[in-house]
C-alpha cells in the first residue's frame, strides 16, 4: 500500500485531532502517503483532499474540535454520492480510508466497505452507543465538561434552596445524562429510554428538601420526552402548587468544544495507531474500539448500525444514592 485517506465525519469531538495526527504519523512510519479528507464524506465526494505530512499534524494533539472539518453530508446516502467518492479516491491513488466518526459515520464507512474499498473506522461520538468500544472518543471529556457545571450549580443550588435542570447532549441515547447525574449526584435524572412523568422529576426534586437537603438537581437528557423544556413549562404552569424556584440550564453544544482530556487524547491516539495497524496487516471493514482495556477491531458488518444498550441498571443505582 502507498496511499491512505483520512476523515472525521458527524459531530466533532475534542480528541479527534489526536486520532487523525496518530493515523498520519503512524501512516507516514509505514512509508505510506497520508491524505486528509476536508469536512467529511462531503469532501470525499467534493474531492476535496490534502496531502499530510508530520508537521501539518503538529501541535494538534490538545485542541478540540477537528482540523480537516466535519459535515453532515446526506447526499453520501445516495448511490451515486458513494461513486463519485471512490472515483475521487481511485483518482488519487488512495488504497484505504479511516474514517473517524459515530453510528452514521459508521454506517457509511461499512457501506463503502461492501462495495469493495479497504476502510477502517474509528470510534468517536458523544452519544457513547456504537456497538464495538466500550468507550467513545469525546465521552469523557464532554463527561467533565457537564461534571463541572453540575457541580458548581449544586454550590447555587444550595445556596438559594432552588432546584435546576440541566440539559445534557443525547438525542436518542441518554449515557452522558446517566453518567454525569451519577458522577455529579443529581437527585433526578431523566432519559429518552426510560418514560417519565414531569409530576414525579416534581415530587422526587421536592422530596430531596424534604429529606433535608440544601438542593435538588435533575440531570436531563435534551431527547427525553421530558426535555429541560419540557419540564420548565410544566413547573410553570403548576409553579403555585410546586412551591419552588426550577432554573434551567441547557448546556448545548458547550460540552461539544473544549480541550480533550488525557483520556481522550490516550484512547484517540490508541484507536488510531490501530487503525493503521490493522490496514498494515491487510485487515479492513472493521471498527477499532476498546474493548476491556485494549483497542480491538470488530467488523463493521456486526457494529454498523447496531447500538450498544444503555445499562439501566445503573439508573435505579442512582435512585437509591440520591437518599
Ligand atoms: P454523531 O454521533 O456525532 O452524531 P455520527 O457519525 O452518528 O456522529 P451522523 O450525522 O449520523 O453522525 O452521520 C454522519 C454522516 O455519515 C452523514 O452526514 C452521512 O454523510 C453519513 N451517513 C450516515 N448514515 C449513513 C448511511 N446509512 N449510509 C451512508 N452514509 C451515512
Redesign the pocket.
Known amino acids: 500500500m502507498k496511499r491512505i485517506a483520512v476523515l472525521t465525519?458527524?459531530?466533532d469531538?475534542p480528541g479527534m485531532n489526536a486520532a487523525i495526527r496518530a493515523v498520519v504519523r503512524g501512516g507516514l512510519e509505514q512509508g505510506w502517503e497520508v491524505f486528509g479528507v476536508r469536512q467529511?464524506?462531503?469532501g470525499l465526494m467534493g474531492g476535496d483532499f490534502v496531502s499530510l505530512s508530520a508537521r501539518d499534524v503538529g501541535g494538534i494533539i490538545q485542541q478540540g474540535g477537528t482540523v480537516l472539518g466535519s459535515?453532515?453530508?446526506?447526499?453520501?446516502?445516495t448511490e451515486e454520492g458513494?461513486k463519485q467518492a471512490l472515483a475521487n479516491l481511485e483518482a488519487r491513488g488512495v488504497e484505504a480510508l479511516v474514517v473517524i466518526?459515530?453510528?452514521?459515520?459508521?454506517?457509511?464507512a461499512y457501506?463503502l466497505s461492501r462495495m469493495g474499498f479497504p476502510v477502517v473506522g474509528v470510534a468517536?461520538?458523544?452519544?457513547n452507543d456504537l456497538y464495538g468500544s466500550e468507550t467513545t472518543i469525546r465521552v469523557d471529556t464532554a463527561l467533565n465538561i457537564a461534571l463541572e457545571a453540575i457541580d458548581r450549580l449544586k454550590v447555587t443550588a444550595s445556596s438559594h434552596h432552588r432546584a435546576f435542570l440541566v440539559e445534557v447532549m443525547g438525542r436518542d441515547c441518554g449515557y452522558l445524562a446517566l453518567m454525569a447525574g451519577i458522577a455529579g449526584g443529581a437527585e433526578v435524572i431523566v432519559l429518552p429510554e426510560v418514560e417519565s412523568d414531569p409530576e414525579e422529576v416534581i415530587e422526587t426534586l421536592k422530596a430531596a428538601y424534604r429529606r433535608g437537603k440544601a438542593h435538588a438537581i435533575a440531570v436531563v437528557a435534551e431527547g427525553a420526552t421530558n426535555n429541560a423544556n419540557e419540564l420548565m413549562l410544566y413547573a410553570q404552569e403548576n409553579q403555585k402548587r410546586i412551591g419552588f424556584d426550577l432554573r434551567v440550564t441547557i448546556l448545548g453544544h458547550v460540552q461539544r468544544g473544549g480541550m480533550p482530556g488525557a483520556f481522550d487524547r490516550l484512547l484517540a491516539t490508541r484507536l488510531g495507531v490501530g487503525a493503521v495497524e490493522r490496514l498494515a496487516g491487510g485487515e479492513h471493514g472493521v471498527l477499532m474500539g476498546l474493548i476491556r482495556g485494549e483497542i480491538l477491531a470488530t467488523p463493521l458488518d456486526e457494529a454498523a448500525?447496531r447500538k450498544k444498550p444503555l445499562d439501566l441498571g445503573l439508573l435505579e443505582m442512582a435512585r437509591v444514592l440520591a437518599k
Not at 101 to 108: A, F, V
Open positions: 465525519s458527524g459531530g469531538a467529511g464524506y462531503a459535515a453532515r453530508a446526506p447526499e453520501f446516502k458513494r466518526g459515530g453510528g452514521g459515520s459508521q454506517s457509511g457501506v468517536s461520538t458523544i452519544d448500525g
